[in-house]
């Protein structure tokens, strides 16, 4: 059960599969040992407790570990804390690999039950598979839901690569003139189309070492190749698929795209892209300002509102 639909009140049973972190051992006033923690899923947190017994030891658990957990609420003036009856590490699990990215690895929690959602509107099952892959694997995960998407450019805050990775996708899903499978390739190549971006930039928006010598764009298929590499053997031509449609752009001996979807793959990076610069350039302007002081190098200009009986620019 995901702890969003949790009903915080007391007494309250419930299990399912989280994350953990911040695990620490203590003794109680009365002598007996306890181990605190706290669990997470994509909805949010719950501090959490379990009593230890003193012929076993303390579980086997490690941080950032996936666990099969059955718990009950404890709530007091308003407060709901979970006590643990059992914790398993789990290897194998049942849960959608999103469902267990930890809130608090994401700065954009809002953003976590879109993502979840843009996995599962995919029905190509080999696609969906990759997907799930991808976000199966911590080392992708983890730091594409935490990153910006730029030093400065645009989405340059903690979340924004999901943020702009998400925009990207939900473009492609609103454009009816593809066939299904055609756009759904597009919406995975939109969404993971900056994924190399993990190797380049670090939390605080700026460049890792590897940004210092390589442009993102050439580490893509390096991040994604061992899921790739699956997906060779469920659908070779899509895998092929993808690995045009994420390195196109760089192609610059053909002129047209192989695949037209490639062109609203770009497109709607340069969409996404430049609504959160424009937004951004306006965000500290008065009402009345339609224009930015950059206007001739780089920056936006936009209509002012309608207001009937007041343009009088074009009356005679």
């Not at 086997?60 to 609420?73: C, N």
């Not at 059992?86 to 953003?111: D, G």
């Not at 760089?250 to 610069?277: C, K, P, W």
């Amino acid at each position: 059960m995901l702890i969003a639909d949790l009903v915080h009140s007391h007494g309250t049973a419930f299990s399912g599969e989280y994350r953990i972190r911040a695990l620490m051992l203590g003794t109680s006033r009365s002598g007996a040992p306890y181990a605190s923690f706290e669990l997470g899923d994509m909805t949010g947190s719950l501090k959490s407790y379990l009593w230890i017994d003193a012929d076993y030891g303390p579980p086997d658990l490690t941080e950032m570990g996936h666990v099969s957990v059955s718990a009950r609420l404890e709530c007091l003036d308003g407060k709901c804390v979970c006590l643990v009856n059992s914790i398993q590490t789990i290897k194998e699990f049942v849960a959608h690999p999103v469902e267990l990215i930890p809130a608090w690895q994401c700065p954009l929690i809002c953003l976590m039950p879109y993502l979840h959602q843009t996995v599962m509107v995919i029905e190509s099952k080999p696609l969906r598979n990759f997907l799930i892959s991808i976000f199966g694997d911590d080392s992708i995960a983890l730091p594409f839901v935490a990153l910006p998407a730029s030093r400065v450019n645009h989405h340059s805050y903690g979340g924004g690569l999901l943020e702009h990775s998400l925009e990207c996708a939900e473009i492609i899903i609103c454009m009816p003139q593809f066939s299904r499978e055609t756009r759904e390739l597009g919406i995975v190549a939109a969404l993971m189309h900056d994924v190399g971006k993990i190797r380049t930039l670090s939390n605080t928006s700026k460049l890792s070492h590897v940004g210092f010598l390589l442009n993102h764009e050439a580490l893509t298929l390096e991040v994604l190749n061992p899921h790739l590499q699956k997906l060779d053997h469920e659908w070779s031509d899509g895998a092929l698929a993808l690995r045009y449609l994420l390195t196109c752009k760089n192609h610059t001996y053909r002129r047209f795209s192989l695949m037209t979807i490639a062109e609203a793959v770009q497109a709607a990076d340069r969409i996404s892209t430049g609504l959160s610069r424009e937004l951004s350039a306006f965000s500290a302007l008065p009402s009345w300002r339609n224009a930015t002081k950059s206007l001739f190098k780089n920056g936006f200009w936009r209509p002012l509102p309608y207001q009937e009986g007041h343009d009088k620019s074009h009356s005679r």
